[in-house]
């Protein structure tokens, strides 16, 4: 199964509206954490907003939130506003502990398009 | 800061050719990553580095080897590569290698295998 999902390849938005993507993860372990990663068409990857397990709020980090759901097993990115500079990448991500070392899992993307 | 830089940006090298990739962080942090990206697909861990102790995912060639000569370098050696080893290599290094560690990433070195 796969560990973590992002059902939405590809996504677009106009600028200054708020965009949800979608993720859902797969995990046994009570203790994890969520993570978000941009990653503009440079290569870099940039860290966004990370979400525990045990957290009782929703992660905010500026225009991006996390709306985490530990029953459905979801943590969607919320950005708020668009900006021509949010269009990229984007990997939602997950670190959970196994056997032989601590894995990071990563989803298959969303590619993100803002229009002006 | 939560700088990792890597050098080089770009590497092309022939199927012979020997070479290495160097990731460098000076936060602190004592885990690094090596991750192989393929273009239009997630990053795929290769190596972790923690507390002294290296841990490789077993899918790994024995063309790449991890080689960390202090804790805040990590080196890639790659020897004899194969043209689908062409890709973005990205360096990432975390303060602990917990379970809900932050990793920061490099801006990658785009290799080309000919």
């Known amino acids: 199964a796969q560990k973590i999902t992002q059902t939405q390849p590809g996504m677009f938005v106009q600028e200054k509206e708020a965009v949800t993507l979608d993720c859902t993860y797969d995990?046994?372990?009570?203790?994890?954490?969520l993570f978000w990663y941009k990653q503009p068409s440079s290569g870099e990857m940039i860290f966004l907003i990370y979400q525990g397990s045990y957290d009782q709020q929703n992660a905010t980090e500026g225009r991006y939130s996390l709306n985490f759901q530990k029953a459905r097993k979801s943590a969607n990115l919320v950005i708020s506003a668009s900006q021509l500079g949010d269009s990229a990448m984007y990997f939602c991500a997950m670190i959970e502990v196994s056997y032989n070392f601590n894995k990071f899992y990563f989803g298959s993307g969303t590619k993100l398009n803002v229009k002006p | 800061d939560t700088e990792v830089t890597q050098t080089p940006k770009h590497l092309v090298m022939g199927m012979t050719n020997k070479k290495s990739l160097k990731c460098e962080q000076h936060m602190g942090h004592r885990a690094m990553y090596w991750y192989k990206q393929k273009a239009k697909k997630p990053p795929e861990l290769m190596f972790v580095y923690s507390y002294e102790k290296l841990s490789i995912n077993e899918s790994v060639p024995s063309r790449f080897s991890p080689e960390c000569p202090n804790s805040s370098l990590l080196n890639l050696h790659l020897h004899a590569l194969q043209p689908e080893d062409s890709a973005l290599y990205l360096c990432?290094?975390?303060?602990?290698?917990?379970?809900?560690?932050?990793?920061?990433f490099g801006p990658g070195t785009r290799l080309l295998v000919l």
């Open positions: 995990t046994s372990d009570p203790s994890y954490g």
């Open positions: 990432a290094s975390s303060l602990n290698e917990g379970r809900q560690e932050t990793q920061y």
